[in-house]
C-alpha cells in the first residue's frame, strides 16, 4: 500500500474539519508570525522539510511484514486522536482570543506536538530512515516558529498570554 494513503486523515482533520468547524480558522492555522533572523530561515526550512515528507510518503510503501508496523500503527492512530483534539480546540479559542480548553490546557502547540506524532507514525509505518530525517529536520524547524508565535502572542494578547505561558508548557 502507498505510504501517501497516510496523508489523507490528516488532510481531512487539517483542512475539512476545521473549515467545517470554523471558517476563519483555516485562515488562523496558515497564520505565521511575524519572523526575525533565523527564523526566517527555518521558516523555509519548515516549508520545505513539510514539502518533503509529503512528496517522499508519494514513493514509500507501509510495510506490514514486522512489529514495527504495529508500533506504527498505535502511534499513527494516536496522532489521528491528537489532529482531532487540536483542530477541535483550535476551532474554539477563548472569547480573548486564547486557545486554553481541551489539549491546549496541556500543551501551548498541540497542533504540533499532534503532526509530530502523527508523522512518527507514518515513519513507522513505511520504516524510512531518510523520512525520519525530514521528520527530525521539521521538528527543529517548527521549534522556530513556535518562537516567532509566543513572541506574537505576548505582543497581542500581553499579560493574559504570560500567564498561560506560566501554567502551560511549551510542548508536552
Not at 83 to 91: D, E, K
Not at 107 to 120: D, G, K, Q, T
Not at 139 to 158: K, Y
Request: aromatic share 16%.
Amino acid at each position: 500500500m502507498n505510504g501517501a494513503l497516510l496523508l489523507i486523515p490528516l488532510l481531512l482533520i487539517r483542512f475539512g474539519l476545521l473549515g467545517v468547524l470554523d471558517k476563519d480558522g483555516l485562515k488562523r492555522a496558515a497564520h505565521f508570525a511575524p519572523l526575525v533572523g533565523m527564523e526566517k530561515t527555518a521558516y523555509w526550512i519548515y516549508q520545505i522539510s513539510n514539502t518533503g515528507f509529503f512528496v517522499y510518503l508519494f514513493f514509500l510503501k507501509i510495510k506490514a511484514d514486522s512489529d514495527w508496523f504495529y508500533a506504527g500503527r498505535a502511534i499513527f492512530g494516536l496522532g489521528v486522536l491528537l489532529c482531532l483534539a487540536s483542530v477541535l480546540a483550535f476551532a474554539h479559542p477563548a472569547g480573548n482570543g486564547i486557545n486554553s480548553s481541551g489539549f491546549y490546557r496541556i500543551s501551548r502547540n498541540p497542533m504540533y506536538v499532534a503532526f509530530f506524532v502523527y508523522f512518527l507514525g507514518c515513519v513507522l509505518l513505511t520504516r524510512s530512515i531518510p523520512l525520519l530525517a525530514i521528520l527530525m529536520v521539521f521538528q527543529v524547524s517548527a521549534h522556530w516558529i513556535i518562537l516567532s508565535e509566543e513572541r506574537w502572542c505576548i505582543r497581542e494578547f500581553g499579560a493574559e498570554y504570560r500567564n498561560y505561558m506560566s501554567r502551560v508548557r511549551r510542548y508536552l
